[in-house]
C-alpha cells in the first residue's frame, strides 16, 4: 500500500500528539538526554516538518483547476472553455487536451500568483485578502501582458508551430515571437481569449470540466 501525502501528514500529526502528551504525562522524562531529544523534536521539529507538509499540500491543490473555479469572480472563466469555437484559445486547448485539464488554470498562468516571484507572491496574498476580505476586481485583467514564455514552453519546438505559414513568412516573425517582442496573442493573431463578455450567445461544447 502506497502511503499518500494526506496519510503521511495525519501520522506526522498523530505522532506528534501523542509525543506531547507522552512528555505532559512525564515531565521527568525530560531530564535525560533521550528526553531532551524527545522534547526537541515534539516543540520543534515535528511542527515544523508538519507545517511544511501542510503548506506543500495546500500549494499542490491551487494547481488545480476546481481550486481556481471555486473562486465566483473565475466562473465565467472556467465556462468559457467549454466555448464550442476553435479561436477560443483557452477553449481549444482545454478541450483537444493541449494541456492537462485538472491544471488548465495554472499551466497557462505560472508566473501568476503564488508560482512567479516575489512580486506575484505579492499579488497573490492580495487576491486572497480581496477574495476574503475586500471585492475581487471585474473584469480580471492580469497584470503584466501575457507573456510568449508560456505559449512556447509547449509549442516551440512542435513541427506545427516552427513550420505553420504565416510564422514562417518573415524570418523577423519568428525571432520577435521567440523573444517576446511579438506577442502570440497580438490583434489578428490568437486574440480571441476568453471573451466573457460574449458568453451569453455562445455554443458550448457537451462535455463538462
Known amino acids: 500500500?502506497?502511503?499518500?501525502?494526506?496519510?503521511?501528514?495525519?501520522?506526522l500529526i498523530g505522532l506528534s500528539v501523542a509525543l506531547a502528551i507522552t512528555v505532559c504525562i512525564r515531565p521527568g522524562v525530560a531530564c535525560t538526554a533521550g528526553g531532551k531529544i524527545l522534547v526537541f523534536c515534539v516543540l520543534f521539529l515535528l511542527p515544523v516538518l508538519t507545517l511544511a507538509m501542510v503548506t506543500e499540500n495546500r500549494i499542490e491543490h491551487t494547481k488545480q483547476t476546481e481550486f481556481c473555479l471555486s473562486c465566483h469572480t473565475m466562473e465565467p472563466y472556467g465556462k468559457?472553455?467549454?466555448?464550442?469555437?476553435?479561436?477560443y484559445i483557452p477553449a481549444a486547448h482545454f478541450q483537444n487536451a493541449r494541456i492537462p485539464r485538472d491544471q488548465a488554470c495554472y499551466t497557462c498562468h505560472t508566473d501568476y500568483t503564488l508560482y512567479g516571484g516575489v512580486h506575484a507572491k505579492l499579488r497573490g496574498m492580495v487576491h486572497v485578502y480581496?477574495?476574503?476580505?475586500?471585492?475581487?476586481?471585474?473584469?480580471?485583467?492580469?497584470y503584466t501582458p501575457f507573456n510568449n514564455r508560456e505559449c512556447l514552453h509547449c509549442h516551440e519546438g512542435a513541427r506545427s508551430f516552427e513550420e505553420q505559414?504565416?510564422?514562417t513568412a518573415d524570418p523577423?516573425?519568428?525571432?520577435?515571437?521567440?523573444?517576446?517582442?511579438?506577442?502570440?496573442?497580438?490583434?489578428?493573431?490568437?486574440?480571441?481569449?476568453h471573451n466573457v463578455t460574449h458568453l451569453g450567445t455562445a455554443k458550448y461544447w457537451k462535455e463538462q470540466p
Open 172 to 193: 523577423q516573425l519568428m525571432a520577435d515571437i521567440k523573444s517576446n517582442k511579438m506577442s502570440c496573442t497580438s490583434s489578428g493573431c490568437h486574440d480571441t481569449i
Open 1 to 11: 500500500m502506497l502511503m499518500t501525502p494526506t496519510l503521511l501528514l495525519g501520522l
Open 130 to 142: 480581496k477574495q476574503y476580505i475586500s471585492h475581487p476586481s471585474n473584469p480580471v485583467h492580469l
Open 165 to 167: 505559414v504565416v510564422h
Open 80 to 87: 468559457s472553455l467549454l466555448v464550442d469555437d476553435k479561436s
